[in-house]
């Protein structure tokens, strides 16, 4: 797996996959998969990384809630 991170676009890029060839992308918000042929992801890319890494950090550091 390589990782990327473009500050001048804020953009993570991790590289899955060496093999195949891009054939499609599916977009869910500021993450988009793009997979080969076969449906099987080959890179992901995070827009507006650091707003999302920082959401992930608060998140993660966040104490658990007891269950009711």
């Given at each position: 797996m390589k990782i990327l991170y473009d500050r001048e676009e804020d953009i993570l890029t991790l590289t899955l996959s060496?093999?195949?060839?891009?054939?499609?992308?599916?977009?869910?918000?500021?993450?988009?998969?793009?997979?080969?042929?076969?449906?099987?992801?080959?890179?992901?890319e995070i827009l507006h990384a650091s707003d999302f890494l920082a959401d992930v950090l608060k998140t993660s550091l966040q104490p658990e809630k007891a269950a009711a």
């Open positions: 060496e093999e195949g060839h891009i054939d499609h992308a599916e977009q869910v918000e500021s993450i988009i998969l793009h997979l080969n042929e076969a449906d099987q992801p080959v890179l992901l």
